[in-house]
């Protein structure tokens, strides 16, 4: 299986590796045309702060290290963007919501200093779902929804993005981009950046990929560090890779990963490249497809797609066969429960005393706390908070989850 067809522009297509190596294009330019396209897109609301004068001095270092043939990495000079809900150091990392509207962090994600050690260039911090816990279309935040691409008509007119949580966007005239890292999606989607960060839990960073028809990654857990991913469910998030193709994915992966002792959650492995081969040999491979996934109400367009994948993998040698995972039918309850359980244990942090957004009623410090929460979540974080406290409450969680799977 020859795999050439498929490679992005973005890191591996020769003729932009050429031009960045031999100077033809500089990593300036490739980030000026990077922020020209942001502003020309505003529209799409994708982002949340730009850090485009950081940039800058940090194109000119790369092209330097560049031009002396002292590249750092295969991502040296390359524009990304991460999901704000990375912590970067001095710069303002807010979770779309209004708790952490102006937090500024004191250190930066690991898996974020990892890409900027290997030369990658931070251009913008991406929005998303308010604290990644609300609808799935990244329409919640209290900057205002993020739109696709692909089906807004951003080219025909221009529209005044209402950077509120109190106040309704007027403007219908849009779709959805996927939550919970639209901001991710779309940025990469559209070129404003050539590879981003999401985070995913439950699908975060591979819906909103799939609605705006990019790559969206969710890697093993432990394979990537989460200290300074700020948490939604500890047990399940992981930091996700967004681009346009397979190849950059591998790419952003292999420089992101490993352990890191300040995550006791990651592996370290012996070959971290991820690099993938010109020509991949599947013969023999064994492919799974759930039974019970095929549910009654799977769209016809979806099981199309689902079973042209089937043939390219049965076509290129491999053996598809049917598997069964009985208990699939429990598994989004337990997961609501869970991820209702975490989500309340991690959110207590967020009191108004320590850090984040404090309320002006000062009468006692439970009015405080209580007044920062209320008006720090919007209704869908606290509805689910409090389910969390619920199930907590109630009795075991683990009990909780057994008794759906028996009943």
Known sequence: MHRSSYRLQAYQDPKLAKELR????????????????????????????????????????????????????????????????????????????????????????????????????????????????????????????TRNPWLYPYKEREVTVQRSDTQEVQDTDWFISGGSSGGSAVAVATGMVLGALGSDTGGSTRMPASICGVVGLKPTYGLSSRHGLIPLVNSVDVPGVLSKTVDDA????????????????????????????????????????????????????VLQSWSKAADLFENAGAKVIPVSLPHTQYSLACYSVLCAVEVASNMARYDGIEFGHRSQDHSSTEALYAASRHEGFNQVVRGRIFAGNFFLLRRSVLQICFNLMTT
């Open 22 to 145: 031999s100077g033809e294009v500089s990593v300036s330019e490739l980030c000026n045309r990077c922020k020209e396209r942001a502003s020309k897109l505003n529209s799409l609301n994708a982002l949340v702060t730009t850090t485009f004068e950081q940039a800058e001095k940090h194109a000119l270092e790369s092209n330097q290290r560049i031009q002396s043939g002292n590249a750092r990495h295969i991502l040296d000079g390359i524009p990304f963007a991460v999901k704000d809900n990375f912590s970067t150091k001095g710069i303002r990392t807010t979770c779309a919501s209004k708790i952490l509207q102006n937090y500024i962090p004191a250190y930066t994600a690991t898996v974020v200093e990892k890409l900027e050690e290997c030369g990658a260039i931070l251009m913008a911090k991406q929005i998303w779902m308010n604290l990644q816990w609300g609808d799935s279309g990244c329409t919640d935040s209290i900057f205002g929804p």
């Open 250 to 301: 591998a790419v952003i992966l292999g420089a992101m990963c490993g352990a890191d002792p300040l995550d006791s959650t990651t592996v370290s492995l012996p070959d971290q490249s991820f690099q993938l081969p010109d020509e991949i040999d599947i013969k023999g491979l064994k492919v799974g497809i759930p039974q019970e996934y095929h549910s009654p109400r799977l769209e016809e367009e």
